[in-house]
């Protein structure tokens, strides 16, 4: 019954990455086609952000570890995997409410509804 368990979780987990991925790459190219401004937005942020944290680091060690990151920051794929990551957050962000949401709901429906506290006397 475990085995069984595990195996549907590894299914689902393999699922959620794979959509994720397509719905990403789906999403750059449709950036590419109808708004390309769009994506100088996010290589424009992506490059602000390595320039701001590499900045608050001592001497020798910011500079060469901004030399790095824009040879990793600026390949395509850096900037696939990224952008893969930041929907992922955004998903799980949004997962996680819904969750919440439906978690108090089904512990108390009423609740939504009718103030409990308006009943004791």
């Known amino acids: 019954m475990a085995d069984q368990s595990a195996r549907k979780r590894w299914i689902l987990t393999h699922v959620t990455r794979v959509w994720t991925a397509l719905f990403t790459l789906a999403s750059l190219g449709a950036a590419f086609v109808y708004k390309p401004e769009f994506l100088t937005l996010y290589l424009r942020t992506t490059m602000t952000a390595i320039e701001t944290g590499t900045a608050?680091?001592?001497y020798p060690w910011g500079d060469r570890l901004e030399v790095v990151l824009r040879g990793i920051g600026g390949s395509v794929w850096m900037?696939?995997?990224f952008a893969i990551?930041?929907?992922r957050v955004i998903v799980w962000l949004i997962a996680r409410f819904i969750g919440y949401c439906w978690r108090h709901i089904r512990r108390d429906p009423v609740s939504i509804m009718v103030d409990r506290r308006m009943d004791r006397r």
Do not use: E
Request: hydrophobic content about 80%.
């Open 85 to 87: 990551v930041v929907v």
């Open 56 to 58: 608050a680091l001592p």
């Open 79 to 81: 900037q696939f995997a």
